[in-house]
């Protein structure tokens, strides 16, 4: 069973950044895509990034003011986030999936962590 959590979330004012972590259990995320994704209480769940199991391929919704990393010897991968706007502010969910295909839509990942809160203040 992989296990995926996610860390980082807060408060911080319009503008700001913030950097978000995801640990996944296990020697996983070079053998899983690895996405972001974020909801609020209104909205279904919207996909923000994910990288692939290389490494080698990244996607965005909103290419620009975010960015993910990884790093394998920690088996943890980040979103940073910058440039903040009020309209970020969600529930930022984890997601894994070890499958080293194409990239895999929302009900592909079958790990997800509960998530952090995000809350961009204007």
């Known amino acids: 069973q992989v296990q995926v959590v996610e860390s980082g979330g807060g408060l911080v004012q319009a503008g700001g950044s913030l950097r978000l972590s995801c640990s996944v259990s296990?020697?996983?995320?070079?053998?899983?895509?690895v996405g972001w994704f974020r909801q609020t209480p209104t909205k279904e769940p919207e996909f923000v990034a994910t990288?692939?199991?290389?490494?080698?391929s990244t996607t965005y919704a909103d290419s620009g003011r975010f960015t993910i990393s990884r790093d394998d010897a920690k088996n943890t991968v980040y979103l940073q986030m910058n440039s903040l706007k009020p309209e970020d502010t969600a529930v930022y969910y984890c997601?894994?999936?070890?499958?080293?295909?194409?990239?895999?839509?929302?009900?592909?990942?079958?790990?997800w962590g509960q998530g952090t809160q995000v809350t961009v203040s204007s």
């Open positions: 990288m692939s199991p290389s490494g080698g």
């Open positions: 997601a894994a999936t070890i499958y080293d295909g194409a990239i895999p839509d929302l009900g592909g990942y079958n790990y």
């Open positions: 296990g020697r996983t995320v070079s053998r899983a895509w």
